[in-house]
């Protein structure tokens, strides 16, 4: 059982909007808090795809938007292209375990 | 760009030992804090554990406490995990991460650890 909570799975047609969500609590995803989201496809290490909530770096396209609400948070990737067919991550700091913690991770398919 | 290689895995008896390695190179090591995550086989990612920039802090998931160490060289540019009195459950590919403030701006490839009698 992962701290933070996330889909098992989505789905999307090429082209369409996607959106994966994330939930904590106060102790990680709350006020003060940083979610990061990591793209990881099949076979390859993870790659950070946001990082402070909302930020990409340098070479992630601007279809992928980070955001967060309270507790939770969001990964939304628009314009889905086949390519965007992999396991997705968000990850924050858990105060109450000291630790880093990261969702159980979201398959999407396209 | 970051290079992070990874080294040291391999397969391993429970209650035995094994030490791996992440060789960085491409930035200045010495000035960031490093983790290890793991990701065992069909499962998400766990992160095991972190050290400062200089070595003085290192931090640790309540899972490897006490049976996991993990160290650096910056005069090699190199990060270590002895992992000792291994179990079944840390069978996992184990990632090298440049720290970011808590969050993982660069990975290695990654190493598998294969515990098993």
């Known amino acids: 059982q992962s701290v933070l909570t996330q889909p098992p799975s989505v789905s999307g047609a090429p082209g369409q909007r996607v959106t994966i969500s994330c939930t904590g609590s106060?102790?990680?995803?709350?006020?003060?808090?940083?979610v990061h989201w990591y793209q990881q496809l099949p076979g390859t290490a993870p790659k950070l795809l946001i990082y402070g909530n909302t930020n990409r770096p340098s070479g992630v396209p601007d279809r992928f938007s980070g955001s967060k609400s309270g507790t939770s948070a969001s990964l939304a990737i628009n314009g889905l292209q086949a390519e965007d067919e992999a396991d997705y991550y968000c990850q924050s700091y858990d105060s109450s375990l000291s630790g880093v913690v990261f969702g159980g991770g979201t398959k999407l398919t396209v | 760009e970051v290079h992070l290689l990874e080294s040291g895995g391999g397969f391993v008896q429970p209650g035995g030992s094994l030490r791996l390695s992440c060789a960085a190179s491409r930035f200045t090591f010495s000035s960031y804090g490093m983790s290890w995550v793991r990701q065992a086989p069909g499962k998400g990612l766990e992160w095991v554990s972190k050290?400062?920039?200089?070595?003085?802090?290192?931090y640790y998931a309540d899972s490897v406490k006490g049976r996991f160490t993990i160290s650096r060289d910056n005069s090699k540019n190199t990060l270590y995990l002895q992992m000792n009195s291994l179990r079944a459950e840390d069978t996992a590919v184990y990632y090298c991460a440049k720290d970011d403030s808590y969050y993982f701006e660069s990975w290695g490839q990654g190493t598998l650890v294969t515990v098993s009698s």
């Open positions: 106060s102790s990680n995803i709350g006020p003060g808090y940083h």
């Open positions: 050290i400062s920039g200089g070595g003085g802090s290192r």
